[in-house]
T-cell receptor, first 118, second 109 residues
Framework: DGGITQSPKYLFRKEGQNVTLSCEQNLNHDAMYWYRQDPGQGLRLIYYSQIVNDFQKGDIAEGYSVSREKKESFPLTVTSAQKNPTAFYLC?????????????????FGAGTRLSVL | SQELEQSPQSLIVQEGKNLTINCTSSKTLYGLYWYKQKYGEGLIFLMMLQKGGEEKSHEKITAKLDEKKQQSSLHITASQPSHAGIYLCGALSGNQFYFGTGTSLTVIP
């Protein structure tokens, strides 16, 4: 079955620790996205990538880093510089990420990773 | 900045009742997307609208786009407990993709 797989489902971070959230897709989509969801704030874009080996900062990129070495993978690292990392993290992908073709920009989401601080 | 306002923020209805959720954009819409989310899970894509006046239906859920008002409505007919969750609209406007803050729907059996 085609889809987007996020792992782990739950993650705990200790003070000063970097943690990496995994996102893999087998939809052959060019574009991938990371969002952070906090209660009452909707989805906020952290990073997005329109193509392999390229990515752009979203609205709240500080304290996060990403890589896009393979088309199917877009891991997100939450660094120790992110002082308030507790949130629900969602990964998504779309056929294209040019934000022009309405149909090709439909974003499909993974099941999410809930990150908490110990 | 682009804002997508959803109303109401939350809704509690008796099973079998109809309901409507609205999503209003502050800028011109080129595409409008509706998603459903159950607590602690990812977003499920429901429907996409891209032309003024366009209306789409899936089972008992109907969405419509009013281009002039820059607004979309999501209507559920004869609600069921399975309809409960958070409904979010997303919009493509200019070179940006935005999400609303969501409407939480509770259906009482």
């Amino acid at each position: 079955d085609g889809g987007i797989t996020q792992s782990p489902k739950y993650l705990f971070r200790k003070e000063g620790q970097n943690v990496t959230l995994s996102c893999e897709q087998n939809l052959n989509h060019d574009a991938m996205y990371w969002y952070r969801q906090d209660p009452g704030q909707g989805l906020r874009l952290i990073y997005y990538s329109q193509i392999v080996n390229d990515f752009q900062k979203g609205d709240i990129a500080e304290g996060y880093s990403v890589s896009r070495e393979k088309k199917e993978s877009f891991p997100l690292t939450v660094t120790s510089a992110q002082k308030n990392p507790t949130a629900f993290y969602l990964c998504a992908s779309s056929i294209e990420g040019d934000r022009v073709n309405v149909a090709k920009n439909i974003q499909y989401f993974g099941a999410g990773t809930r990150l908490s601080v110990l | 900045s682009q804002e997508l306002e959803q109303s109401p923020q939350s809704l509690i209805v008796q099973e079998g009742k109809n309901l409507t959720i609205n999503c209003t954009s502050s800028k011109t819409l080129y595409g409008l997307y509706w998603y459903k989310q159950k607590y602690g899970e990812g977003l499920i894509f429901l429907m996409m609208l891209q032309k003024g006046g366009e209306e789409k239906s899936h089972e008992k859920i109907t969405a419509k786009l009013d281009e002039k008002k820059q607004q979309s409505s999501l209507h559920i007919t004869a609600s069921q407990p399975s309809h409960a969750g958070i409904y979010l609209c997303g919009a493509l406007s200019g070179n940006q993709f935005y999400f609303g803050t969501g409407t939480s729907l509770t259906v009482i059996p």
